[in-house]
T-cell receptor, first 113, second 118 residues
Framework: KQEVTQIPAALSVPEGENLVLNCSFT??????LQWFRQDPGKGLTSLLL?????REQTSGRLNASLDKSSGRSTLYIAASQPGDSATYLC????????????FGEGTQLTVNP | NAGVMQNPRHLVRRRGQEARLRCSPM?????VYWYRQLPEEGLKFMVY????????ESGMPKERFSAEFPKEGPSILRIQQVVRGDSAAYFC????????????????FGAGSRLTVL
């Protein structure tokens, strides 16, 4: 069964700290992995997409890595800011599952000023 | 480009009533996906549609739920005879292809429709 797990469920850090969010998936034959941000009462904003042939993607202060052999992805946030407070979701796509994504339950991040 | 538009944003229904949720994909996108987020849970895939066709409905409950994406107009997720367990946020996403192959065609999500069943 293809599943995605995110740990921790919640994280609280002081402003300025670098942090890592973790995502693991059960089937290493992944097609792509995507990180999203969800603000309360809002939709999802796509942050980074990593194809199976890639190891990492970077956008500004965000860096996402993908290790298929260990079934893990990490989202690294540098110099965190209060505006980064949100729920971060990772979602995996497998070729055998067509176009649908399987989401983790998210990590709720709070960055304290 | 207004992005993916969902309406209503909030919908309240009594048990037994019908709920209709609408989704207009991004301009140029012909692929629509519906996901459901139950309270305190992650998003779960429901259905994937292209214009006039249901491609994958493996995540749809067997009864009371249906979806369509007509040639003209928005995609509609319909829930008949709603029950309290249907209370959730329903998200629509669109893309310009059926397979996410590059950063150019990632899924774009709407803001969601939040259904509350009394």
């Amino acid at each position: 069964k293809q599943e995605v797990t995110q740990i921790p469920a919640a994280l609280s850090v002081p402003e300025g700290e670098n942090l890592v969010l973790n995502c693991s998936f059960t089937d290493s034959a992944i097609y792509n992995l995507q990180w999203f941000r969800q603000d309360p009462g809002k939709g999802l904003t796509s942050l980074l997409l990593i194809q199976s042939s890639q190891r990492e993607q970077t956008s500004g202060r965000l860096n996402a890595s993908l290790d298929k052999s260990s079934g893990r992805s990490t989202l690294y946030i540098a110099a965190s800011q209060p505006g980064d407070s949100a729920t971060y979701l990772c979602a995996a796509g497998w070729e055998t599952s067509g176009s649908r994504l399987t989401f983790g339950e998210g990590t709720q991040l709070t960055v304290n000023p | 480009n207004a992005g993916v538009m969902q309406n209503p944003r909030h919908l309240v229904r009594r048990r037994g009533q019908e709920a209709r949720l609408r989704c207009s994909p991004m301009k140029g996108h012909s692929h629509v996906y519906w996901y459901r987020q139950l309270p305190e849970e992650g998003l779960k895939f429901m259905v994937y549609l292209q214009k006039e066709n249901i491609i994958d409905e493996s995540g749809m409950p067997k009864e009371r739920f249906s979806a369509e994406f007509p040639k003209e107009g928005p995609s509609i997720l319909r829930i008949q005879q709603v029950v309290r367990g249907d209370s959730a946020a329903y998200f629509c996403a669109s893309s310009n292809t059926g397979v996410i192959t590059s950063g150019a065609n990632v899924l774009t999500f709407g803001a969601g429709s939040r259904l509350t069943v009394l």
